[in-house]
């Protein structure tokens, strides 16, 4: 059974960092595309990065691009996020996904094939 697993989450102020960690098991990991998403109350779930399995190319949304990081150890079939300088516009429940082994990256919803539970990422001013 496919299980991703999100920690890392919390309550921060505007301008500090979080990392945001993603196990996966029960497949094969380091052949998938992996991305990060991000749902805010009250709105639809959006892409935030992605990032092929040998670490190049990634991706990110215009929104987070230069403060967040996407990356990946395989050998821990593990990708991370490294979110920086935060806003409180980030604040939103953040999912991981993997994607299906050999696709290339995808900033929709509907090309990932695993998800997470979410973690819940909350950003005060």
């Known amino acids: 059974q496919v299980q991703l697993v999100e920690s890392g989450g919390g309550l921060v102020q505007a301008g500090d960092s979080l990392r945001l960690s993603c196990v996966f098991s029960?497949?094969?990991?380091?052949?998938?595309?992996m991305g990060w998403f991000r749902q805010a109350p009250a709105k639809e779930r959006e892409f935030v990065a992605a990032i092929q399995w040998n670490g190049e190319p990634t991706n990110y949304d215009a929104s987070v691009k230069g403060r967040f990081t996407i990356s990946r150890d395989n050998a821990k079939d593990t990708v991370y996020l490294q979110m920086d300088s935060l806003k409180p516009e980030d604040t939103a429940v953040y999912y991981c996904?993997?994607?299906?082994?050999?696709?290339?990256?995808?900033?929709?919803?509907?090309?990932?094939?695993?998800w997470g539970q979410g973690t819940q990422v909350t950003v005060s001013s």
């Open positions: 029960g497949r094969t990991f380091r052949l998938r595309p």
């Open positions: 996904a993997a994607g299906m082994s050999g696709a290339g990256l995808g900033s929709r919803p509907g090309v990932y094939q695993y």
